[in-house]
């Protein structure tokens, strides 16, 4: 049996907050693609932890945040086409925080491949994936709704920090639903 609210008013509840969740995650994308500062002031809360591991920098802030995504290098991967492929997240709400789990590609035009023909959609040299990340939100809700509170994030290559990532994500997803 599953840990399922019982009214008629947590189910609905339970479905609200889910959808918001699954709004408020496909609007990241748009703003690491985009690098538009309303969009990423209104998804993430003032004090965001952002890790993206040992390897790379991440961001304390929201005003940290907007930076990440304005700089130059970032600006310049942006207009090499980048563009944030996300998974539908396994979503854990409980009160006013949840949890959410995904995957996220990295994908960019392959500038460098052989252009190829797709019947009725044109010709195109391809993508390429640059990298394959598994993500942990933790998001919270104020009163203007949902916003990413911290978010960590690992290559997924099946080995260290990302496979424990997804690892303690099955695991509480379980524990959760019992």
Do not use: C
């Not at 890790?51 to 790379?56: E, W, Y």
């Not at 086409?81 to 995904?102: E, M, N, R």
């Not at 960590?152 to 990302?162: K, M, Y």
Request: zero cysteines.
């Amino acid at each position: 049996m599953t840990n399922m609210p019982n009214s008629f008013e947590a189910r609905l509840r339970a479905v609200e907050d889910k959808l918001a969740i699954y709004d408020l995650l496909a609007t990241h994308p748009l703003s690491a693609d985009t690098g538009e500062q309303d969009l990423i002031e209104a998804i993430y809360t003032d004090g965001v932890i952002f890790d993206r591991g040992p390897h790379l920098d991440g961001a304390q802030g929201r005003d940290a945040m907007v930076q990440l995504v304005q700089r130059d290098e970032h600006r310049a991967a942006i207009a090499g086409g980048l563009a944030h492929f996300g998974s539908l997240p396994l979503v854990d709400v409980s009160g006013d925080t949840a949890v959410a789990v995904s995957y996220l590609a990295l994908i960019t035009p392959d500038h460098e491949g052989a252009p190829r023909d797709l019947p009725n959609h044109g010709l195109s040299q391809g993508y390429r994936i640059h990298r394959v990340l598994a993500n942990r939100w933790t998001l919270e809700r104020d009163t203007d709704g949902w916003r990413i509170a911290s978010r960590t994030l690992f290559p997924a290559d099946g080995t260290g920090a990302a496979l424990d990532l997804l690892r303690a994500a099955g695991a509480e997803h379980l524990h959760n639903s019992r």
